[in-house]
């Protein structure tokens, strides 16, 4: 089940990364060893009120001229209006109502997506409360007064916005078909996959509508089962500032990652593995979804027998942040290995929802502590006492001791190695959590 996606869309200079920092808040889970995903953040998980949302901030670079400001705010806007359930407009309560405003105003109403108006910098109701007013004059319903930099308002604000909540989207949770999202630069050939899979099956079931946001998803049968491929390929517009450009292929990935079970990062064979490859498969990575990397144009590389051991040891260099990332080398043109994705995919998803025996993981950690002693701190030493799993998508384990502090991050990566060297988990990335119980409880 996908969370709902909530996209800030304003002017520049009124108040977006504030707003955007204070909803966020301490949600803003930063992964330390995840290259490039934690600069420059545009993406967010919040709670309120026991609903969960991923929050987008499509603020971009400031515009140099009037003229620029109106094309970035319809590019920013038409943004929002392809990937979020829900908009907040944010708007400036000491500048008013602007030109740039209404045209945006007249887009999202046209959108027919829920839009909550925020009037920001109204740090004293009192005084600014006649000046909200007059943002009715946009006609996208009530105004609601909001001071991000004081955090007034925030909760105000929240309850309009998950009120437009999808209800449950039940026919989402009870389809068990495996959701495949398809990510990476422009141009690496994602939709080239997507084509030869339905030309090489030649069973589109069908192609329909997301159900919470205008992707496409394309559901293919192959060897009997099937599956529902989310194609984020498709930049619709053309901008020339390239730092835009890759914000919106981010927005697209965060969307469609939410909604996958597999993730298939496509990397160019032909330019290898960038640095914005990195920060794609970073996303995925972070949101626990199992990861296939997909080399494609295979067929244009010139090979010897050691080209695939070595373009995967680049491969694995540069995101060694996921060891566990399967690992394809296909070509969309001549069809090289395509066969064996959906190989790949379900070996990948019965890792995800793979669960063992809580009596044979306290045998392997009872092993792993015998071979290697855990961590101590100025003469007192880090006891395991006992490890269960608790969930799948991605396979979750809880880990009593009897000090958190001591439990250092790279004795974690040593259990989970030795978890992994016992049932594989390939493609999937493994969580811990790390509880505290003392040890008369035992």
Partial sequence: MSKPVVAVVGRPNVGKSTLFNALAGENISIVKDTPGVTRDRIYADVEWLNYHFTLIDTGGIEPESKDIILSQMREQAQIAIDTADVIIFLTDVRQGVTDADAKVADMLRRSRKPV?????????????????????????????????????????????????????????????????????KPNVGKSSIINRLTGQNRVIVSEIAGTTRDAIDTNIRANGKEYVFIDTAGLRRKSKIKEELERYSIIRTVTAVERADVVVVVIDAEEGVTEQDAKIAGIAHERGKGVIVAVNKWDAIEKNDKTVYQYTNRLKEILSFMPYAEYLFLSAKTGQRMGKLFETVDAVIENCTMRVATGVLNEIMSEAVALQQPPSDRGRRLKLFYITQVSVKPPTFVIFVNDRELMHFSYVRYLENKIREAFGFRGTPLKFIIRERKEKEQ
Avoid: M
């Fill in 116 to 184: 909550v108006l925020a009037v920001n910098k109204a740090d004293s109701f009192q005084k600014f409360l006649p000046d909200v007013y007059e943002f009715y004059n946009l006609g996208i319903g009530d105004p609601v007064a909001v001071s991000a930099a004081s955090r007034l308002g925030i909760g105000e604000l929240l309850d309009e916005v998950v009120k437009h909540f999808p209800e449950g989207s039940a026919g989402e949770e009870e389809d068990e078909r495996p959701r495949i999202a398809i990510v990476g």
